[in-house]
């Protein structure tokens, strides 16, 4: 049903992903015109289009993934696609961080909360769609 606990934390998975298109990740104190991500003084997701493709990639599974909640087995599989493409976003941009030739002057801000809520939604999201899955497997030996 649609209504279980693992559809809101696939909803705030969801979320936090999309939630980084509107929130910076780093700033530096003033642009830095020799740097490929603070030129604007804000390291964000517009800044890399793998970084946007990543993040709308995992989002939009994890939002299409509630949906599917009378396939539980097709449900725990784009579960982990989900969360392999967030894993993809957050090694690509902390490599594009800290290559970068401004890093050293990047403070952090709020937007990188959002792929770590967005990891420990999807993970408590299995844990309660296996529990699903194994309470219906219990279930079916009843009868």
């Known amino acids: 049903m649609i209504q ?31 740097s490929a991500l603070f030129q604007d003084a804000s390291f964000d997701l517009f800044d890399d289009p793998v970084l946007m493709g990543a993040f709308a990639l995992a989002g939009v ?14 449900q725990m599989k784009i579960n982990i696609a989900g969360a392999v493409a967030l894993g993809v976003g957050v090694g690509y941009g902390l490599v594009r961080l ?4 401004a890093a050293s002057m990047a403070l952090p801000d709020f937007g990188v909360a959002f792929p770590v809520l967005a990891m420990v939604f999807a993970i408590l999201a299995s844990h309660y769609i296996k529990s699903d899955e194994k309470l219906v497997r219990s279930a079916d030996r009843l009868r």
Do not use: E, H, Y
């Open 4 to 34: 279980r606990i693992q559809s809101i934390f696939l909803f705030l998975a969801s979320g936090s992903c999309f939630g980084l298109f509107g929130a910076d990740m780093a700033d530096t104190p003033q642009p830095v015109a020799d």
């Open 61 to 74: 599974l994890f939002l299409a993934n509630i949906f599917l909640f009378k396939n539980r087995k097709l």
């Open 98 to 101: 800290f290559t970068d030739s």
